[in-house]
């Protein structure tokens, strides 16, 4: 188990000494190890800044299906419609 000061190599998993600039077991170092762009290595995990999150939601059908303008505007036009007939009804009886 590592301890405060050593941190486990993400190749090999072994105990690193801190402030240590290579994997004494494999010799994984911050280029080719524990570099913050080596992050998701050897994971299915995509990077954030490649992760689009909407795309996602779509894909697994989760997304709300977005209204082009020309559908929002006959939304309007159906209920202002609606809306008179039922204004022409109500005053007339």
Do not use: N
């Amino acid at each position: 188990m590592p301890t405060r000061d050593t941190f486990p190599c993400p190749a090999c998993g072994e105990d690193v000494p801190s402030g240590a600039k290579v994997c004494p077991a494999c010799g994984a170092d911050e280029t080719t190890g524990w570099s913050e762009q080596t992050i998701y290595d050897g994971t299915d995990i995509p990077v954030e800044a490649e992760f689009d999150y909407d795309k996602f939601l779509e894909k697994e059908g989760l997304a709300k299906p977005k209204r082009s303008r020309k559908e929002l505007a006959w939304l309007v036009v159906t209920l202002l419609v609606l809306a008179a007939f039922f204004l022409v009804y109500v005053l007339s009886s």
